[in-house]
């Protein structure tokens, strides 16, 4: 699965606030500091081959039986749809039918998002979730949900749904299920310009995307990443598509304030860094990316995009990425030891299964790391619950330790098993 992983969730009655939330700077000036004295800029050249590398193949990499994963992972008697009720084998069935993996890599199209899509890992909008009854599960927990795609992300198309609804794609870090009217497929030709162009990255959250004539596109994420045409002294000029005619491309014409967006990567640098998380920390939990939101692992990708730093979608593979430390089977103490001497502020990331945080600096002398956490986990009488969070904060290894029933065998500092510095 991508995104973060979860097991239980059940509000339980706590306290009305966490310590962490109120005693950490909630603040990335407040930790930054220490990289005015070390500015660098990433190679783009090498961002750009990762970023594009869907429309430069001329087939699917991964084989017909890997894409299938999900019909080896969900079965009925032990998934719910969206009225709380077990999905039948009917579901299932349907479901592989409609997937028509028979005719999987026969089209092989590049193709571009026309806005925020979903990816899904059946060609379906319904939801899967685990057993509503137990914590940390149910709401928002759609395991069907794979991750969400920017407006205008490159993406390749394998093959359409029996259907058609449906079509199949990957994008340069996940692949699974989009709907047919929320892609618009391209000629080579054009993704080779589009290649070949400079390009700009957002820098604003939620900002309106307005055609020439002043028609709405979609909405700025950090993230996103846009073709220059031509710029004026306060504005880009780039391209977008969104929308076609007739199934052919519509290419437009869209004006992007200087004030959002930045020709070239960023530098990694203090100013920086505190423009890119206070627009990021606008987000709350959102599973896969669901509701316009983000969750652990997106909130960091998407963190690092604007300065040319690549990382995988999913908490796993990103914290296998650059130098590499295991922290399993230290205790707390010599974790935050072997933390406090070898991690790097804002470039060395803390994983634990499933979940995935990168470290700041300290407060206090207490380590501090910045995450997009679901909630914290309880336990009362052998029951587990979860204090809800819900959104992307600044806090420490231990937080929620001031929660009556905070299961410290649970926590974070307890379960994490590496670190990585990836730049």
Same mark, same amino acid.
């Given at each position: 699965?991508?995104?973060?992983?979860?097991?239980?969730?059940?509000?339980?009655?706590?306290?009305?606030?966490?310590?962490?939330?109120?005693y950490?700077?909630?603040s990335?000036?407040?930790?930054?500091?220490?990289?005015?004295?070390?500015?660098?800029?990433?190679?783009?050249?090498?961002?750009?081959s &990762?970023?594009?590398?869907?429309?430069?193949?001329?087939?699917?990499?991964?084989?017909?039986?890997?894409?299938?994963?999900?019909?080896?992972?969900?079965? +009925?008697?032990?998934?719910?749809?969206?009225?709380? &009720?077990?999905?039948?084998d009917?579901?299932?069935?349907?479901?592989e039918?409609?997937?028509?993996?028979?005719?999987?890599?026969?089209?092989n199209?590049?193709?571009?998002?026309?806005?925020?899509?979903n990816?899904?890992?059946?060609?379906?909008?319904?939801?899967?979730?685990?057993?509503?009854e137990?914590?940390?599960?149910?709401?928002?927990?759609d395991?069907l949900?794979?991750?969400?795609?920017?407006?205008?992300?490159?993406?390749?198309?394998?093959?359409?749904?029996?259907?058609?609804?449906?079509?199949?794609?990957?994008? +340069?870090?996940?692949y699974?299920?989009?709907?047919?009217?929320?892609?618009?497929f391209?000629?080579?030709?054009?993704?080779?310009?589009?290649?070949?162009?400079? &390009?700009?990255?957002?820098?604003?959250?939620?900002?309106?995307?307005?055609?020439?004539?002043?028609?709405?596109?979609?909405?700025?994420?950090?993230?996103?990443?846009?073709?220059?045409?031509?710029e004026?002294?306060?504005?880009?000029?780039v391209?977008?598509?969104?929308?076609?005619?007739?199934?052919?491309?519509?290419?437009?014409?869209?004006?992007?304030?200087?004030?959002?967006a930045?020709?070239?990567?960023?530098?990694?640098?203090?100013?920086?860094?505190?423009?890119?998380?206070?627009?990021?920390?606008?987000?709350?939990?959102?599973w896969?990316?669901?509701?316009?939101?983000?969750?652990?692992?997106?909130?960091?990708?998407?963190?690092?995009?604007?300065?040319?730093?690549?990382?995988?979608?999913?908490?796993?593979?990103?914290?296998k990425?650059?130098d590499?430390?295991?922290?399993?089977?230290?205790s707390?103490?010599?974790?935050?030891?072997?933390i406090?001497?070898?991690?790097?502020?804002?470039?060395?990331?803390?994983y634990k299964?499933?979940?995935?945080?990168?470290?700041?600096g +300290?407060?206090?002398?207490?380590?501090v790391?910045?995450?997009?956490?679901?909630?914290?986990?309880?336990?009362?009488?052998?029951?587990?619950?979860?204090?809800?969070?819900?959104?992307?904060i600044?806090?420490?290894?231990?937080?929620?330790?001031?929660?009556?029933?905070?299961?410290?065998?649970?926590?974070?500092?307890?379960?994490?098993?590496?670190?990585?510095?990836?730049y």
């Open positions: 699965m991508l995104g973060c992983s979860t097991k239980n969730e059940m509000k339980v009655e706590e306290p009305i606030k966490i310590d962490d939330l109120s950490i700077p909630q990335a000036s407040n930790y930054s500091y220490v990289l005015d004295s070390n500015i660098s800029k990433a190679d783009q050249s090498k961002f750009e &990762q970023y594009f590398s869907v429309w430069n193949m001329n087939a699917p990499i991964d084989d017909k039986t890997s894409v299938q994963w999900a019909f080896n992972t969900f079965r +009925s008697g032990k998934s719910y749809s969206e009225n709380l &009720q077990l999905h039948k009917e579901f299932f069935t349907k479901m039918i409609n997937s028509d993996y028979e005719n999987y890599a026969t089209l199209q590049r193709a571009v998002a026309l806005t925020e899509i990816m899904r890992a059946f060609p379906t909008d319904r939801p899967l979730l685990r057993d509503p137990k914590a940390g599960e149910g709401f928002p927990f395991y949900q794979n991750t969400t795609v920017h407006a205008n992300k490159p993406l390749f198309v394998t093959h359409y749904s029996k259907d058609k609804e449906w079509v199949h794609v990957f994008s +340069s870090f996940a699974g299920w989009v709907k047919a009217n929320e892609i618009v391209l000629e080579k030709k054009y993704t080779d310009l589009w290649q070949k162009a400079e &390009q700009i990255f957002i820098t604003k959250e939620g900002e309106p995307i307005y055609s020439l004539n002043n028609e709405f596109l979609f909405k700025t994420k950090i993230g996103m990443m846009f073709a220059l045409i031509s004026t002294e306060n504005e880009y000029i391209l977008c598509v969104s929308k076609y005619k007739n199934k052919e491309p519509l290419f437009l014409k869209s004006k992007i304030s200087k004030a959002h930045n020709k070239g990567v960023l530098d990694f640098n203090s100013k920086n860094i505190n423009l890119i998380m206070d627009e990021i920390s606008k987000s709350n939990y959102g896969g990316g669901m509701y316009g939101q983000r969750d652990c692992s997106s909130t960091l990708r998407d963190t690092f995009m604007p300065f040319g730093i690549w990382l995988p979608r999913n908490s796993f593979q990103q914290s990425v650059g590499v430390i295991s922290l399993d089977g230290l707390d103490e010599e974790k935050i030891t072997t406090k001497e070898k991690a790097k502020a804002f470039k060395t990331l803390l299964q499933g979940h995935i945080v990168l470290y700041v +300290s407060h206090d002398d207490k380590v790391v910045f995450q997009n956490t679901w909630g914290i986990k309880t336990k009362n009488n052998g029951i587990e619950g979860r204090f809800i969070v819900g959104k992307t600044f806090s420490t290894l231990r937080i929620g330790n001031n929660l009556k029933y905070y299961d410290d065998d649970a926590g974070l500092l307890r379960n994490l098993k590496s670190m990585n510095t990836i």
